[in-house]
């Protein structure tokens, strides 16, 4: 765009069409519609234990490394070698693949040590840092970072962690770097790059007081970054509001009600939900839903499979007086994943509605996804989805892309790779689900993004321009970024989204577009740097997304 256009937006607001300071959203009516799946490759070798989408639109995915051989090789005749395997010394198969979402083509990816149960997080500048795992990964840190020609693959870092960081929890920071809290048997965080060269740690209480035995039921606990820079930290039944920068508990919240865990092996899931720049004061809040009653785990391993927990907890952290405002989901879910939609809608899919997580624990599918509407009246907020035809348990993973449609894929409950005479055969499969805003009754309000600048600072106005076929109306119209998230264990870390606020709009009559100037987001702490998709929704229905550089 030009600098003229540049001056006559931001100088001449007599043109422009005024914004409420709330940009309200209409939820659309589905027409009948439940939103739809579709098979993507039947096949692709390995089950989709972790996932992370890139800013070049390919998704890294990875199991694990000590159960045996894949289904897929490792070209050029490469082979794994690990004296210390215990299942395959010599293996010449692949454990993950980069997956490219446009055309729907995969090809193998070269991982040596033992992923299994890790976690992650993207560099600012888009360089995906995997870290722990089992065995002879639970130290490791490695590094997976984008290139044009295909040839890109995993850098390995053994020995970089302090300590084993096997189910732990990582959190982009607002100065770019990640920290890394607990892990099995861990009490404590570091941060990732390493303040000097000694490695260092600093102990978190509320892992020790949360432990409960051989079960834990506080591993991958859920970690969200505040507008205030402080963390939300919560596992099992309890949370805390952390200054992990004087390493001091600044804040504790009331347990969630009930009284049952809420993570691994009990396994709910949580996500901190949309944060609006437009709102005078932004109150953030956290959703907890789902996951295993007490004593679930110890039943299971004696073939008693307890109904999962059917409730959310939701609590506005910055209350006085917080405390957790409970509802009821419409299916009961353990092992379910729970991701921010364009439209700030919640998706709750995969898992199970008995059970817990682990080996063969769970039973009875949830099939069905759920919406979660949280700007809807309390009694409106639940939806029940189309089911798909495939169970995700244990293992399964899932992710939103860039068009809005959510893929999932994985389910391994097994210690081994076994497709026959088990309840839940492994899946190596992925498929997509297309939420109702993605149905073609909706063509005519769809918005697209016909240019953007592909940097945005913070609080600094940027140009967007986009077409739709309805005339719009600004009470219906909002811009969002979100953070994509690496998603395992039915929980996605560091997704986020951000409504950032319009500062107007003018109808660019010749071309039947609009161009609007928009405000990015205040802060780092709102808004960590980074790769963030973008989406203009009008009327409930989003855009396409395109990636942005939040700088």
């Known amino acids: 765009m030009s600098v003229n256009m540049v001056k006559f937006l931001l100088l001449a607001p007599t043109f422009f069409i005024s914004f409420p300071s709330v940009v309200s959203q209409t939820i659309p009516s589905s027409g009948g519609s439940q939103g739809n799946w579709r098979l993507l490759q039947a096949n692709v070798g390995i089950s989709a234990m972790h996932m992370q989408l890139m800013h070049d639109n390919k998704v890294v995915i990875f199991d694990r490394t000590d159960f045996g051989p894949s289904n897929i090789s490792l070209p050029g005749g490469r082979c794994r070698i690990d004296p210390s395997d215990e299942a395959l010394k010599i293996d010449c198969t692949a454990h993950s693949i980069l997956y490219d979402i446009i055309t729907d083509t995969y090809r193998p990816l070269m991982v040596q040590t033992d992923t299994w149960c890790s976690s992650g997080a993207v560099l600012p500048n888009g360089t995906l840092v995997q870290t722990g795992g089992f ?11 984008s290139c044009p020609n295909d040839s890109c693959d995993w850098v390995e870092y053994p020995n970089y962690l302090s300590r084993r960081r096997w189910y732990a929890t990582n959190q982009i920071l607002p100065d770019g770097r990640i920290i890394i809290i607990g892990g099995r048997r861990e009490f404590s965080y570091e941060f990732f790059p390493r303040p000097s060269p000694r490695r260092q740690t600093f102990q978190l209480r509320l892992l020790i007081e949360t432990r409960e035995g051989n079960v834990e039921n506080n591993l991958y606990p859920y970690v969200h970054l505040l507008p205030d820079g402080n963390l939300f930290i919560f596992a099992n039944t309890q949370s805390i509001l952390f200054d992990y920068n004087q390493n001091r508990v600044v804040r504790e919240f009331p347990r969630i009600p009930g009284g049952d865990p809420r993570n691994y092996p009990s396994t709910g899931s949580s996500v901190l939900l949309p944060l609006d720049e437009n709102e005078h004061s932004i109150d953030p809040e956290v959703l907890v839903c789902g996951g295993a009653p007490r004593g679930a785990y110890q039943q299971a391993l004696r073939g008693t499979y307890i109904r999962a927990i059917s409730t959310c907890g939701r609590l506005r952290i910055t209350d006085q007086n917080a405390s957790w405002v409970m509802e009821t989901m419409p299916i009961p879910r353990v092992m379910g994943d729970m991701l921010l939609l364009p439209t700030g809608d919640v998706i709750i899919i995969n898992g199970g509605q008995l059970g817990t997580a682990g080996w063969e624990l769970g039973r009875q599918a949830a099939t069905r996804p759920v919406m979660y509407h949280p700007s809807n009246p309390s009694d409106q907020r639940f939806s029940v989805m189309e089911p798909s035809p495939r169970p995700r348990m244990y293992h399964s993973a899932a992710i939103l892309l860039t068009d809005g449609r959510v893929l999932v894929g994985g389910g391994n409950p097994h210690i081994y790779y076994n497709f026959s005479d088990v309840f839940y055969p492994t899946d190596l499969s992925l498929e997509t689900f297309s939420p109702p805003y993605l149905s073609t009754q909706y063509a005519s309000i769809r918005p697209v ?12 106005r940027f140009l967007l321009s986009f077409s739709v076929g309805e005339y719009i109306a600004g009470s219906v119209l909002s811009v969002r970024i979100v953070a994509p ?5 039915s929980y996605s870390m560091n997704q986020r989204m951000v409504v950032l606020r319009i500062d107007g709009i003018i109808h660019n009559e010749t071309s039947s577009s609009y161009t609007l100037s928009v405000v990015g987001p205040s802060s780092a702490e709102i808004a960590p740097p980074g790769y963030y998709l973008l989406y203009v929704v009008h009327s ?12």
């Open 135 to 145: 065995h002879d990964g639970d130290n490791v840190t490695r590094m997976y970072t």
């Open 449 to 460: 993004i016909l240019s953007v600048d592909d940097t945005v600072s913070p609080g600094q």
């Open 485 to 489: 998230s690496f998603t395992t264990h």
């Open 540 to 551: 409930g229905i989003p855009s396409s997304g395109v990636w942005v550089r939040l700088q």
